[in-house]
């Protein structure tokens, strides 16, 4: 990974956080009520530059590379290692071993699926969720159509067997990544270059596209299943979630996703953001001036 990237957060110390199964590469900074910062595909903590020194000002901010994206190293071959369930629980033990029983989760992307298993695993440690540029997993399948294959096809390419999507992604990692990274951020440029750097080095790594591809993998097995049983059995997210989204997206008969995740959880606010998928890096300061205020209800903190 490069240490470059780690200029982007002044102040933040550099933590490592063993724990049974997965070696986690952790940022922390600030003080005050502790907030956990999950990032998505195919990016690395890098992807908070914009967002954690802000929140640092007021809040505690844990940043860590997801279990097996960046430098959190998972230990040998391990089966369901791509589950949010069990990346949730792996998550939770991570805060707990540095001192927070409980916090806020803000996650975008594969980070926010992992936070929204939180908030309904682990209802006493999760004190609110923002999901940032998603909605639930079986909501995205229901959904699914000829646009969505086509827009999105690592969704179907990545979650095939092994071995082929880690020999497809290993014949030129770096064209595949920069590809997905110039749609998703709508121009490789609007990226701060130390990101970008740090998210090419980690996807040349073939140990971190295969748990990416587990991640991708799960999503259309076990944490679909798991989702399916919470959503008949009317299990809510009981904190507050604010949401965050691509202004003008659409999901399956033409929901916005404010009214999906009403769905699952009882207290639901948001708005759509302008800027591409990549909110967190290309509309930070619109993403803030929504976070900011709901952090500041949610944990009592006036703003500095």
Same mark, same amino acid.
């Given at each position: 990974m490069s240490r470059n990237v780690n200029s982007l957060f002044p102040g933040f110390e550099e933590r490592r956080v063993r724990l049974a199964s997965v070696n986690l590469a952790v940022l922390v900074g600030g003080s005050g009520p502790p907030i956990l910062l999950l990032h998505g595909y195919p990016q690395t903590r890098a992807a908070w530059h914009r967002l954690a020194p802000v929140l640092a000002r007021s809040?505690?901010?844990?940043? @860590?590379?997801? @279990?097996?994206y960046g430098g959190s190293a998972i230990f040998g071959r391990l089966e369901g290692s791509g589950s949010k369930r069990w990346m949730g629980q792996e998550l939770?033990?991570? +805060?707990?071993q540095l001192g927070h029983d409980s916090y806020i989760v803000v996650g975008h992307d594969r980070g926010a699926r992992a936070g929204y298993r939180m908030a309904l695993d682990l209802p006493q440690a999760v004190r609110g969720f923002v999901p940032i540029s998603v909605v639930p997993t079986p909501e995205m399948w229901e959904g699914a159509s000829k646009a969505?294959?086509?827009?999105?096809?690592?969704?179907?390419?990545?979650?095939? @067997?092994?071995?082929?999507?880690?020999?497809?992604?290993?014949?030129?990692?770096?064209?595949?990544?920069?590809?997905?990274?110039?749609?998703?951020?709508?121009?490789?440029? *609007?990226?701060?270059?130390?990101?970008?750097?740090?998210?090419?080095?980690?996807?040349?790594?073939?140990?971190? *596209?295969?748990?990416?591809?587990?991640?991708y993998r799960a999503g259309a097995t076990v944490d679909e299943a798991d989702d399916l049983a919470d959503r008949a059995a009317g299990r809510k997210i009981g904190v507050p979630v604010l949401v965050l989204w691509e202004a003008g997206r659409r999901y399956g008969g033409g929901r916005k996703p404010i009214d999906i995740w009403k769905d699952w959880a009882i207290e639901v606010s948001g708005?759509?953001?302008?800027?591409?998928?990549?909110?967190?890096?290309?509309?930070?300061?619109?993403?803030?001036? +929504?976070?900011? @205020?709901?952090?500041? *209800?949610?944990?009592?903190?006036? *703003?500095?």
């Open positions: 809040h505690t901010v844990v940043v @860590p590379d997801l @279990p097996g939770h033990a991570m +805060m707990r969505f294959g086509i827009n999105a096809w690592h969704w179907f390419m990545l979650a095939q @067997p092994e071995p082929l999507p880690e020999i497809f992604l290993s014949a030129n990692p770096r064209m595949v990544l920069d590809l997905s990274l110039d749609k998703m951020a709508q121009g490789l440029e *609007r990226l701060h270059p130390l990101a970008l750097e740090d998210y090419r080095i980690a996807f040349d790594d073939p140990t971190v *596209r295969h748990a990416i591809c587990e991640d708005i759509g953001i302008s800027g591409g998928h990549m909110l967190p890096e290309t509309a930070a300061d619109e993403v803030l001036e +929504m976070l900011v @205020p709901f952090l500041e *209800r949610v944990t009592n903190v006036p *703003r500095s």
